[in-house]
């Protein structure tokens, strides 16, 4: 089980209506072409793409066939190919690419409520959740339902592509950057440095993975009530982008990136056993006793310090 840092309990979001239209065609699993000409993004989710191979074409259509993308692009067109369909918005309502982002809606053949598509298309498995900094107030509904068809192992969730990745496998984990991961482990230490906070997943910073957050972003968690520095020992789920940054890692810029995993505990901190003593300190060599001068005893042996394995190891040696 596991919990969202925003607002757990809320079963919906607050959407601000947006116009009605018609789609004229499917494009993807998330996006549609509308009977005004312009595309909607369907916001707050990540539908499977065909993969793009290094080296070849970026043109969508000369990329291979992917089952997961050609089901999810089936599901979409199913609820809206040729139906009406009214937009709604929970922040930004288009693009730089001139599309909208927008939940989309639309009323069922039998009368009854209104299905709101995205959730429709996350619950089947045929989605992930994804949140941005100012679209993210329906990403707790949504994570509610990626979660059912997670354990159902519904659509994407049975292929491997997709399935969750452990934060322990960083060299794993590099063979995926640049893509879209979810990642699930626990934080072994929580660190801030130059006003960012780095939660680290291994003992080496340099390798291991890692989430950062920015200082403009930690006064987001901050006033969402979200403790950073409480998440050390913790087991989390994160999602986002995978960059490689001194090993792999992912920015996170809002709470609804972070899941803390219920039932996790602190992890205990290391103790010595009882009837333990610590190993005593090393002593310095006795220092080099004064040449004998005239009218003085008979000297006795002379304290040589040994160089080696055992740097203050003595070696006692008579004198001639």
């Known amino acids: 089980m596991a919990s969202s840092a ?57 990329r291979p066939p992917w089952p997961p993308a050609e089901a999810a692009r089936k599901a979409l067109a199913a609820l809206v190919a040729g139906r009406s369909v009214r937009l709604s918005f929970t ?66 969730w049975r292929h ?37 906070i780095y939660l680290n997943f291994g003992p080496d910073w340099r390798q291991d993975f890692t989430v950062i957050v920015e200082r403009r972003d930690a006064r987001r968690f901050a006033r969402a009530g979200f403790d950073l520095m409480a998440l050390e ?11 490689e940054k001194n090993g792999p890692a992912i920015r996170a810029t809002h709470p609804e990136q972070i899941e803390r995993l219920t039932g ?15 190993a005593p300190p090393l002593r310095p060599p006795a220092p080099r006793p004064a040449p004998a001068r005239p009218g003085d005893a008979p000297p006795g042996p002379e304290l040589v310090p040994i160089h080696g394995p055992r740097p203050w190891a003595l070696d006692l040696r008579g004198r001639s």
């Open 160 to 196: 491997a592509a997709y399935r969750i990745r452990s934060a322990a496998r960083w060299r794993a984990l590099l063979a995926y950057r640049y893509t879209f991961q979810i990642v699930e482990g626990r934080v072994l230490a929580v660190g801030r440095a130059r006003g960012r």
């Open 91 to 156: 922040g930004l309502r288009k693009d730089r690419h001139g599309r909208w982002l927008a939940h989309l809606h639309v009323k069922p053949s039998d009368g009854g409520p209104p299905v709101w598509v995205q959730q429709r298309l996350v619950r089947a498995g045929h989605a992930r959740v994804y949140s941005f900094v100012d679209s993210r107030a329906c990403a707790p509904a949504l994570l509610a339902a990626e979660r059912a068809a997670r354990r159902a192992r519904l659509g994407l």
């Open 264 to 278: 996790a505990r602190p992890r205990p901190r290391l103790r010595p056993r009882p009837g333990l003593r610590p």
């Open 233 to 243: 020992g913790q087991r989390i789920r994160v999602r986002g982008w995978l960059i």
């Open 6 to 62: 925003g607002a757990q309990t809320a079963p919906d979001c607050k959407r601000v209506r947006g116009p009605e239209r018609s789609v004229v065609r499917v494009l993807s699993g998330d996006q549609v072409l509308l009977d005004d000409g312009s595309i909607v993004r369907l916001v707050n989710i990540l539908a499977p793409k065909r993969p793009f191979l290094f080296g070849k074409a970026p043109d969508p259509s000369a």
